[in-house]
């Protein structure tokens, strides 16, 4: 979607760099600091963690094989709704999910387990939804994965039997830490610099830049792009149920549209294709929403507590996208990434 | 009440419920024809009009008054925001129009969430009485509002259609939205009609948000957003960006969702929107460019 | 008429056309010929006003029009058949010429117009109700070039009509610019088929790589051995 110049400068090269040092400071002051930090500032790295996880999935389909994606909440949904299914004590279960099947209601899992579970439940989806919609372009596809998102939503709220509906799903142990997320974010952004740094994502940048080149050169343009969904569908997923395991509740409207965009606002500011940039845009636009959040916080009717409304925050966010998209397109780092002459000179056959 | 009745009811409620995603869908299949913009905003425009309603009819004025200068002001609305937002970005890529639009509705709908609560409002002492009145037929039950939303709209349909092939204004739209250059090169003044464009969608999704508004009787902040996505869903299936064919669209969605809530089991009743999507996916996958559209695929 | 000084017009960071300055006389018809991607279009398409130019300016019958819009460039005169032809594929060749004339309102001329048209390439009138995307290529030059003269300009931009024709076409689409031109009218025509371009016109350009290296008599131009070996195919 947009011109690729590839670069080695010192620039790129910097920013990764930068980009390390930042997780990594996450994971010293989680240390250091733990059980000392103030929770409220643990609880904006953990979010701005799990948010990275999300963003780089996300940039796998969209940024790289633009297949621009309008319905990974979907997964992310998934991954949080069935993982949590899986992980309830058994008393929660009866309680919170009394219409359970019996092969369910008497299942309580591992974290871990009921993550990789829910992850490969959606990968397994998005492999099944995707082999149609991988044929689609453009438009249509974005159309496409944002009729998925609703129909997820729409089941969400009706299976009460499984999601108890419109309502609030709770009880979920807060397993999420800061270690598992960490965890996480470093195995996210290898499986993606592996995926993007391999054949298939050789292919992948080819297929994005030109589609009709890339049949040329003989590239399985729909396996590549298939292949990057079904992955990013199954780290979605993963964010989502960590984002789950944090929040410990959560409801069909924690994953609709609000959350859409703000995933993808964070996607924009970062530069869509950059890894540096999603880590970047993940950090910065958690850091300006709550920022701007605690703005918010002046709002309190009596005792009447508003749910998140997002209201002020959401504007702000939405006018500072505008402004990017019109002004700084490419997003802070645009396609500048770690170093891709070398692949770019790999990609030219030897003959 | 016999199957003839029931066959009857259902299609009188059917066209009715089709004219109102017709009439969401023309502003969206306009301005995609030209701008290849998806405007989520376009949703929020029926809200919108409705609220601008709310307020103005505390102010004591009539119906009549109330409803053309609600109308009014969604269509400076819809201009608004295409010099403000679209028109700074018109050329990009396309998923870059689509996600500003996207932030458009996000910013139109928390500033209505913001200042007003999201507690939905009634709309009942706004819409005339009148509408509410059911003509029995046999066991048919026609309610006004029906009879008001489907002619209303057979009446925009005329006026349109006129105004597209009888004025110049109509005819340049449409060279522009066949082809933009050669609108360009026949010296088309390409703004004016983008604006236009503009201001007809949004005054017509303005007029559906009234009728939406008065089928369901009441409004809140988000109450454009399932309409914008069946109005989406309706554009697909007649052929984006051709507006026959978004009409077209609009009623079969219509038919396909009033028989479709007829004909479900009632357990699965409520998953009825899911299936409007599902439909959706597959006629993107099965038959792209929709009921109008050409066969064509991309040409190497 | 037109007089072309410095432009320079830019694709992002790639920059078209370096500098370039021409003149096009009333009268006459004037050629720019080069390879392909030498920037030709591009130069076209900143006269109509579709591209701006980073500098320089387009200076037509006295004014500026560098900055004017597409429609305002139509309305001064000057009026092009496009590279790819671009017509309407959906309407008919009769709406299509009726297009041409969108912004006139002297009806009784309009008619005259055409008329001139139908004289000038008899199968148009003849496939009038035909949708012009049924139309053959050479059809669809003719009606690209007939719709740009719809609009009655003085001056006349073509932009490769031999794209794409058999010979024999190509032979009776250039009798047909001939004609216009004896009749009066200005034609700026950019070609790749340098041979049969420096038939017809006066004087010729040749454009390469963005820079005007070349500037002579369509004569000279013919008979120059560096032209014929790199375009004529001496």
């Given at each position: 979607m947009s011109e690729f110049i590839p670069s080695s400068s010192p620039k790129a090269r910097w920013t990764t760099a930068v980009a390390l040092l930042v997780v990594s400071a996450l994971f010293v002051f989680g240390i250091n600091?733990?059980?000392?930090?103030?929770p409220y500032l643990l609880r904006v790295i953990i979010v701005m963690g799990i948010n990275i996880i999300l963003v780089l999935s996300l940039n796998l389909s969209n940024g790289f094989?633009?297949?621009?994606?309008?319905?990974h909440v979907g997964f992310m949904a998934i991954g949080a709704y069935v993982s949590s299914i899986l992980t309830l004590t058994l008393n929660t279960k009866a309680l919170n999910?009394?219409?359970?099947?019996a092969w369910l209601a008497h299942v309580q899992m591992g974290f871990l387990p009921a993550l990789l579970i829910a992850a490969t439940l959606a990968a397994m989806i998005a492999f099944l939804i995707g082999i149609p919609l991988m044929r689609l372009s453009g438009h249509y596809v974005s159309i496409a994965t944002l009729g998925f998102l609703v129909i997820v939503h729409i089941i969400l709220i009706n299976w009460t039997q499984f999601?108890?509906?419109?309502r609030t799903f709770s009880?979920?142990?807060?397993?999420?830490n800061i270690w598992w997320v960490y965890l996480w974010i470093l195995i996210t952004i290898y499986i993606v610099w592996r995926i993007v740094n391999s054949p298939y994502g050789r292919a992948l940048l080819a297929v994005r830049e030109n589609e009709i080149a890339a049949y040329a050169i003989g590239v399985n343009v729909l396996r590549s792009r298939l292949l990057a969904f079904v992955v990013s569908a199954f780290l979605t997923a993963i964010g989502g149920g960590l984002l789950a395991h944090y929040l410990t509740s959560f409801s069909p409207a924690s994953f609709y549209f609000t959350a859409t965009f703000n995933i993808i606002i964070m996607l924009v500011v970062g530069g869509i294709g950059s890894i540096n940039g999603s880590i970047l845009g993940a950090v910065l636009v958690t850091l300006l929403s709550e920022i701007l959040r605690n703005a918010e916080l002046?709002?309190?009717?009596g005792t009447i507590k508003i749910p998140p409304v997002y209201g002020l925050s959401q504007i702000i966010l939405s006018i500072a996208f505008i402004l990017i998209v019109i002004?700084?397109?490419?997003?802070?780092?645009?396609?500048?990434?770690?170093?891709w002459s070398g692949v770019f000179i790999k990609l030219i056959p030897k003959n | 009440m016999t199957f003839i009745e029931y066959l009857i009811q259902q299609t009188i409620n059917a066209l009715s419920l089709g004219s109102i995603y017709a009439l969401v869908a023309i502003g969206l299949a306009m301005v995609f024809g030209i701008l290849r913009l998806i405007n989520f905003a376009h949703g929020d425009l029926m809200m919108v009009a409705c609220y601008v309603a709310f307020f103005l009819i505390s102010s004591g004025i009539g119906f009549g008054p109330v409803f053309i200068l609600s109308i009014l002001a969604v269509t400076l609305l819809g201009i608004l925001m295409e010099r403000v937002a679209y028109r700074p970005v018109r050329g990009a890529p396309d998923v870059i129009m689509l996600l500003t639009s996207l932030a458009v509705s996000i910013f139109i709908q928390n500033i209505f969430i913001m200042f007003l609560s999201p507690v939905p409002r009634s709309f009942r002492n706004i819409t005339?009485?009148?509408?509410?009145i059911v003509n029995k037929w046999g066991a048919v039950g026609i309610s006004n509002i029906n009879i008001v939303t489907i002619v209303i709209t057979a009446i925009l349909f005329i006026l349109l259609t006129l105004f597209v092939t009888k004025t110049r204004l109509g005819t340049s739209m449409r060279a522009t939205s066949e082809n933009l250059i050669a609108a360009q090169l026949i010296g088309v003044h390409i703004d004016r009609v983008i604006l236009t464009a503009f201001a007809i969608g949004s005054a017509m999704a303005g007029i559906a948000g009234f009728l939406w508004a008065a089928r369901l009787g009441k409004i809140d902040p988000l109450m454009g957003f399932i309409p914008l996505l069946k109005a989406f869903v309706a554009a697909v299936i007649g052929g984006f960006g051709s507006l026959g064919g978004a009409v077209i669209g609009a009623y079969v969605l219509g038919f396909a969702e009033i028989f479709l809530i007829g004909f479900l089991p009632p357990s699965l009743s409520s998953y009825r929107d899911a299936f409007v999507f599902v439909l959706l996916i597959l006629v993107l996958l099965i038959r792209p460019n929709g009921i109008l559209g050409s066969t064509e695929r991309e040409k190497v | 008429m037109l007089k072309i000084k410095n432009l320079v017009v830019a694709y992002g960071n790639i920059i078209a056309l370096q500098g370039i300055s021409l003149l096009v006389e009333e009268g006459e018809l004037v050629t720019l010929i080069g390879s392909n991607g030498a920037g030709k279009t591009t130069c076209l398409k900143t006269i109509s006003g579709l591209l701006k130019p980073i500098s320089g300016s387009i200076t037509y019958l006295g004014e500026?029009?560098?900055?004017?819009?597409p429609h305002e460039i139509v309305k001064r005169g000057i009026s092009q058949s496009p590279e790819g032809r671009h017509?309407?594929?959906?309407?008919?060749v009769g709406e299509n010429l009726m297009l041409g004339a969108?912004?006139?309102?002297d009806n009784i001329a309009i008619k005259a117009d055409q008329e001139y048209v139908f004289t000038l390439f008899p199968i148009l009138k003849e496939r009038f109700?035909?949708?012009?995307?049924?139309?053959s290529g050479g059809e669809q030059q003719m009606l690209a070039i007939g719709r740009a003269l719809m609009s009655h300009p003085r001056l006349l931009l073509l932009d490769e009509?031999?794209?794409?024709?058999?010979p024999i076409l190509v032979q009776r689409i250039f009798a047909s610019i001939q004609k216009v031109r004896a009749e009066g009218g200005t034609v700026l025509l950019v070609e790749q088929n340098a041979r049969q371009a420096l038939t017809i016109a006066d004087r010729g350009y040749v454009l390469e790589a963005g820079r005007i290296i070349l500037e002579a008599t369509a004569e000279e131009l013919r008979t120059n051995s560096e032209v014929e070996k790199a375009y004529l195919g001496g």
């Open positions: 600091a733990y059980g000392k930090i103030n094989t633009g297949v621009f994606s309008l319905g999910l009394p219409d359970l099947p999601t108890r509906g419109a009880g979920v142990l807060q397993y999420t002046g709002i309190t009717l002004f700084r397109r490419k997003g802070l780092l645009g396609d500048s990434e770690i170093d | 005339p009485s009148f509408l509410d | 500026d029009t560098a900055r004017l819009l017509i309407f594929a959906r309407l008919t969108i912004q006139r309102n109700n035909q949708v012009a995307g049924t139309l009509p031999s794209l794409g024709l058999a």
